[in-house]
């Protein structure tokens, strides 16, 4: 039998804080380590049962943990906060997560590999990048419009703003500097995307499992890739659940057998969530816009009852549900039975 039953650990850059209990569930460890004494602690003890809260390098001590022969569970955040009581402090903290990790209805995080790290880091810079071309456009044509000139949206009305700018005789040499300058960033940044579209785009074509996913209508590359690093599809009991965990199904206020189904919960997955709506929104707009005549009679019917927005919302959801299907019984989607859109 091993020291501790269970112990719970609140992570941060330079301090950890040990919660242990034993197998009576009564509190013996309450520590506080240094980053460089963490894992000289853990080495000495016998394979216990840990419980970190996921946050920035819970993953990378997860995988440490693991190395030394310890059973490593992540809890999201949200699962941790009803168990924290009065007077937050690092200690109620780590109690908290060492008694949310003891619940046998609770759902843990898989500890991702060093390899799906490194391969996630390739989509979540490419969005860095995007983000950062986006504010500087935004800021580009914010200090346009203070001199009078101003542009529509959109990466191709950036050549014709700053021609605009060039020539506007009562901007001043030194504003027109700025503006040069940030003409220059943007133009770094568009040759920079463009690299790593071809990146994605060899990624992509490497990986089986995200080719299969992009012949669903509404996903592409991006979305294909981002579900492969994203899901595991084994930690979902059924499709219902991985499109819960996304956020895509109804939030319920249900009480004395009254059902009250209200809006999505939005409680999961922000990014996935985003592009499977999108793509969902993608492919009615399509079918709405060219009369598509194979578009399924389920969005038919819907988009007639619906608005078009919450029939998006739906058929994302219904998305959600044939990628599973598609993970984990290593199938092909074909338009025919079950299907969103053909």
């Given at each position: 039998m091993t020291l501790y039953k269970r112990i719970g650990i609140d992570t941060s850059k330079a301090r950890f804080t040990v919660h242990g209990i034993d197998h009576a569930d009564r509190a013996v460890l309450k520590i506080d380590l240094r980053r460089n004494q963490f894992l000289a602690f853990f080495?000495?003890?016998?394979?216990?049962?840990?419980?970190?809260?996921t946050c920035g390098?819970?993953?990378?001590?997860?995988?440490?943990?693991?190395?030394?022969?310890?059973?490593?569970?992540?809890?999201?955040?949200?699962y941790v906060k009803p168990f924290v009581k009065r007077g937050k402090n690092d200690r109620i903290d780590a109690g908290a997560i060492c008694e949310a990790g003891g619940r046998p209805d609770m759902r843990f995080v898989a500890v991702k590999s060093i390899e799906r790290q490194a391969d996630g880091m390739l989509l979540k810079v490419r969005q860095t990048l995007l983000d950062q071309r986006t504010a500087l456009i935004n800021t580009l044509r914010g200090h346009a419009a203070e001199f009078g000139i101003v542009a529509a949206r959109g990466v191709g009305r950036v050549e014709p703003l700053l021609a605009a700018i060039a020539a506007e005789p009562s901007i001043p040499p030194a504003a027109k500097e700025l503006f040069a300058v940030m003409g220059q960033e943007i133009a770094r940044l568009d040759a920079r995307l463009e690299e790593f579209a071809a990146r994605v785009a060899a990624a992509h074509k490497a990986s089986a499992l995200s080719q299969r996913l992009a012949g669903i209508p509404g996903i592409g590359p991006i979305s294909a890739l981002t579900l492969v690093n994203e899901i595991d599809p084994g930690a979902f009991h059924s499709a219902r659940h991985l499109a819960a965990w996304i956020g895509l199904t109804p939030r319920e206020h249900s009480t004395g057998g009254k059902q009250r189904l209200g809006g999505i919960s939005r409680a999961g997955h922000e990014r996935l969530r985003a592009l499977l709506v999108a793509g969902a929104t993608a492919v009615i707009a399509a079918a709405t816009r060219h009369g598509d005549a194979r578009v399924s009679e389920w969005l038919r019917a819907l988009l007639r009852r619906k608005p078009r927005k919450l029939a998006a919302v739906a058929l994302a959801n219904k998305m959600a549900r044939i990628v599973w299907a598609l993970m984990t019984r290593g199938d092909v989607y074909r338009a025919g039975g079950a299907r969103a859109a053909a």
């Open positions: 080495r000495k003890l016998p394979a216990t049962e840990i419980v970190l809260e390098g819970s993953h990378h001590w997860g995988r440490e943990l693991i190395a030394l022969g310890h059973v490593v569970r992540l809890i999201p955040p949200q």
